[in-house]
């Protein structure tokens, strides 16, 4: 059964990066599309980008275009979320959130769902 | 980009009550559209996905229905534990996005 396993609590210094990792065992990890969703306090879910190893695809959401970067390493089934430019409006928890019910033919990717979640990981942006 | 715009925000209910969440894609998105249980402190929980299809594991009270546009979660008959907060998400095309939530409170 697929297990992921977040990255510790980071505290950040306003306009410096933070880097969470998300570690998966137990499943075909290059078969699985890997998203990154935030949860700032009393917000709700936002979807940050993710990554379909097997295809390459890599796609982020518009409001963090230029700051994220999520990065795979297939060899230890490792997916990596970069933000840059940490402002007080990062402090948030960010999980890392995998589908592995996953059809991909071509260019066209059928995702039904995020279905394996991490626990997610406190980061807080604070001078 | 495709918006999801959900509603209620948020709904006061009792114990056995049935009631409906609806949420709106900006443009059609089949039926990939998934629902999810948020409950403070913990992650997320895939309810339904494209749609109508019940995750395994999740009780037969929760249902989904809708295409193209439109969508609605239903809960047949709400128990203490369903008292959360509900997203639908559409996973249509890259970059997929989220409703704001529903916030469901006990009355």
């Known amino acids: 059964q697929l297990q992921v396993v977040q990255s510790g609590t980071e505290v950040k210094k306003p306009g410096s990066s933070v880097k969470v990792s998300c570690k998966a065992s137990?499943?075909?990890?290059?078969?699985?599309?890997i998203s990154w969703v935030r949860q700032a306090p009393r917000q709700g879910l936002e979807w940050m980008g993710g990554i379909i190893p097997i295809s390459g695809t890599r796609n982020y959401a518009q409001k963090f275009q230029g700051r994220v970067t999520i990065t795979a390493d297939e060899s230890t089934s490792t997916v990596y979320m970069e933000l840059s430019g940490l402002g007080s409006g990062d402090t948030a928890v960010y999980y890392c959130?995998?589908?592995?019910?996953?059809?991909?033919?071509?260019?066209?990717?059928?995702?039904?769902?995020?279905?394996?979640w991490g626990l997610g990981t406190t980061v807080t942006v604070s001078s | 980009d495709i918006q999801m715009t959900q509603s209620p925000s948020s709904l006061s209910a009792s114990v056995g009550d049935r009631l409906t969440i609806t949420c709106r894609a900006s443009?059609?998105?089949?039926?990939?559209l998934n629902w999810y249980q948020h409950k403070p402190g913990k992650a997320p929980q895939l309810l339904i996905y494209a749609a109508s299809t019940l995750q395994s594991g999740v009780p037969s009270r929760f249902s989904g229905s809708g295409s193209g546009t439109d969508f609605t979660l239903t809960i047949s008959s709400l128990q203490p534990e369903d008292f959360a907060t509900y997203y639908c998400?559409?996973?249509?095309?890259?970059?997929?996005?989220f409703g704001q939530g529903t916030k469901l409170q006990i009355k």
């Open positions: 959130a995998i589908t592995t019910s996953l059809q991909v033919y071509g260019d066209t990717v059928r995702d039904y769902g995020m279905d394996v």
């Open positions: 998400q559409q996973s249509y095309t890259m970059p997929y996005s």
């Open positions: 443009q059609s998105i089949s039926t990939y």
């Open positions: 137990g499943g075909t990890f290059s078969m699985y599309a």
